[in-house]
């Protein structure tokens, strides 16, 4: 009995804690796809998980921040979802590849086309293309309004405070990473390129030095075969010279 007891109560126990936890983590979040570094260009996801048992997610509201404007934003093509870019004009006009940009997205709103949207126990990804990404900051909070079909609507939009425990409805947060070479790696690819040439100078320089190596060794062989033949054409030109002294010798003596 006592087990028993103690069996119920853990039971209930870690349902309560799954209960309380569970919204942490199910709630509206953001994440790139690679890399969202400072000044590039980057495809960021907005996960929207479905808290409901008996409704569906139908409506999905992206609000951008105002203090860090994005002026390209490109959503992607999703079968069953009506896609709004909202844009609105910018006190002070940012300027990207020359040019003043007077406007700027503030909000991508996708609508459920089919009626079917999000349904319970599933999750959907919100892709978008945004860019250039600011400089002088080092995370977007984004704040989401997600909507059910029984027109219940949560708002994602509380931003954590440092020291503090996570909110009950936090917004979406992009971390951005540093900055890297010209926003489109052409610095790394520039050093890959100047390592390879010298790679290849080196090996080249390698080649020539084995090259240059290997005529020496056969000049050095030839001139040592020349020298031996030249010995032995000498010795036999002093045995010859001997031989027909003692033919003359021997021709004299008989007369």
């Known amino acids: 009995m006592k087990a028993s007891r103690i069996a119920a109560v853990a039971a209930v126990t870690g349902t309560a804690v799954l209960a309380v936890t569970s919204p942490a983590f199910a709630h509206v979040s953001v994440q790139p796809e690679g890399t969202a570094a400072k000044g590039g260009y980057a495809v960021i996801d907005f996960k929207v998980p479905n808290e409901r048992d008996d409704a569906s997610t139908t409506k999905v509201e992206v609000n951008f921040p105002a203090d860090h404007p994005v002026a390209s934003v490109m959503p992607q093509p999703m079968a069953g979802w009506k896609i709004e870019v909202t844009k609105s004009k910018l006190a002070k006009p940012l300027e990207m590849h020359g040019e003043k940009i007077d406007q700027a997205v503030t909000k991508v709103t996708w609508t459920a086309s089919d009626g079917k949207g999000i349904e319970p126990g599933y999750f959907q990804k919100f892709p978008l293309s945004v860019g ?124």
């Open 132 to 255: 250039a990404l600011p400089e002088d900051t080092d995370e977007l909070v984004f704040k989401a309004v997600q909507t059910y079909s029984n027109k219940e609507v949560v708002r994602w939009i509380e931003v954590q405070q440092e020291g503090q425990d996570e909110p009950e409805n936090p917004a979406p947060v992009l971390a951005l990473s540093a900055a890297t070479g010209d926003h489109h790696g052409s610095a790394a690819a520039g050093d890959t390129a100047t390592d390879t040439a010298e790679e290849t100078s080196a090996k080249t320089e390698t080649t020539a030095s084995s090259d240059d190596s290997g005529s020496a060794g056969g000049s050095d062989t030839t001139a040592r075969v020349l020298g031996v033949v030249g010995i032995v054409v000498g010795a036999a030109g002093v045995a010859y010279g001997v031989l027909a002294g003692r033919r003359r010798s021997t021709t004299g003596t008989e007369a």
